[in-house]
């Protein structure tokens, strides 16, 4: 928090701090029950409005969960929302059977929302120019066009994001259980897309400092004080940083372009609290997410529960196809790109020859990352 004072005088505190320290012992069952009750009380807090509040349903546990707590406290005319995209290759790109599933169970108003190519293509530019800061993420402009249809019907939603950030849903998490030392280095490995070394590997000499200043970043959080165990540092710094300058900005940006606001409820401060001193072997269990997975059982259907974790799919930005991939071609040749001489050219005709073969380390496309930054600043900063 930032004060300034009437003679000038300027001074910064930091006014909420959860502690990822265990301050109380609970059976696995009674932290089940505290949680439960926890986001009962944060999705009943954000049911509060003078128009009635939708849900973007993903037919993944979290979004599942918030609409079986809206229908259990009686949200009448309960609307959800879920999108889909043509599967590429062996990519699908819906999760229509999760949310109709889940629509069917507690009898919502389910809207299915079906998108083409070149309705994709079309959302793209707008998608980005809504951005305010490079967004490689591809779900982005699935959440420009959910948005879009969405503000037809509502103005108010509630939405699982965070979930993953304060509960141990990422593949990154359980490595870290036995990682050794502060668990950074298993943290970076695991979790940066590359490294510094990856990171000058593409640009021109020049572009990129020598120093790691990535690893730096994250090291001073995980030598902070207050978190007990290696996991306990990677959520702590995935909460209060990646969660904000990413998953959420991301869905602020897309849902406030479409003046559609975006109430979360896994981001309550006080579950917020409550999550970071569940122990983390309680998370991690049953492949991520195993306290909430428990605390789940008879509120969503067990097909929803035990299912593999699923993504917001938009396979024509994980597998670069035609014409998305020609998008992405004459923003990468264009005579903008070539004067800005961010990148390498002998990396973007390799990546462009073989759009798929480079794969960042979470196997996003490292190709539409380098398009995308581009596209970006063509349509943000050189229109400015």
């Not at 809206?70 to 889909?84: H, K, M």
């Not at 280095?185 to 940066?192: L, M």
């Not at 479409?258 to 492949?287: I, Q």
């Not at 539409?368 to 900063?381: D, K």
Request: aromatic letters at 6%; hydrophobic letters at 45%; glycine letters at 8%.
């Amino acid at each position: 928090m930032l004060t300034i004072d009437a003679d000038g005088r300027r001074g910064e505190r930091v006014y909420w701090d959860p502690s990822h320290t265990r301050a109380e012992s609970r059976s696995e069952e009674e932290w089940a029950e505290a949680l439960l009750d926890a986001l009962r009380v944060a999705v009943r807090r954000r049911m509060v409005a003078d128009v009635p509040v939708g849900v973007l349903l993903s037919g993944g546990i979290d979004s599942s969960l918030i609409v079986a707590l809206l229908a259990e406290q009686g949200q009448r005319g309960l609307a959800t929302f879920s999108i889909g995209f043509p599967d590429v290759g062996d990519r699908e790109g819906d999760e229509f059977a999760f949310s109709d599933l889940v629509a069917r169970e507690f009898g919502t108003d389910h809207r299915q929302i079906r998108v083409e190519v070149d309705e994709l293509l079309g959302a793209l530019p707008k998608a980005i120019g809504a951005m305010s800061e490079p967004m490689v993420s591809h779900d982005c402009v699935a959440f420009w066009l959910l948005s879009e249809n969405v503000k037809r019907d509502r103005s108010v939603v509630q939405s699982g994001q965070g979930a993953d950030e304060i509960l141990g849903g990422y593949s990154w998490y359980p490595p870290l259980l036995d990682a050794p030392g502060s668990g950074l280095e298993t943290y970076a490995a695991e979790f940066f897309d590359r490294d510094h070394a990856g990171v000058r590997a593409l640009v021109n000499p020049g572009v990129v400092g020598d120093e790691d200043v990535s690893l730096a970043f994250a090291q001073e959080w995980f030598s902070r004080a207050g978190a007990d165990t290696p996991v306990d540092r990677a959520l702590r710094l995935d909460a209060r940083i990646m969660l904000v300058d990413d998953p959420v900005k991301r869905v602020d940006n897309m849902t406030m372009a479409h003046a559609l606001e975006a109430r979360v409820p896994f981001l309550d401060h006080e579950l917020v609290e409550l999550a970071a001193a569940c122990p983390p072997e309680l998370k991690l269990a049953g492949g991520g997410k195993g306290i909430l997975k428990r605390a789940s059982r008879g509120v969503v259907p067990d097909a929803v529960i035990d299912r593999e974790k699923g993504y917001f799919p938009v396979p024509a930005l994980t597998d670069l196809e035609e014409p998305v991939l020609g998008m992405v071609r004459d923003a990468l040749l264009s005579p903008a790109a070539r004067d800005r001489a961010l990148f390498r050219p002998d990396v973007v005709e390799r990546m462009l020859a073989d759009p798929n073969a480079h794969r960042t380390n979470l196997d996003g496309s490292a190709l539409w990352q380098l398009g995308l930054l581009e596209l970006w600043l063509q349509s943000v900063v050189d229109h400015a």
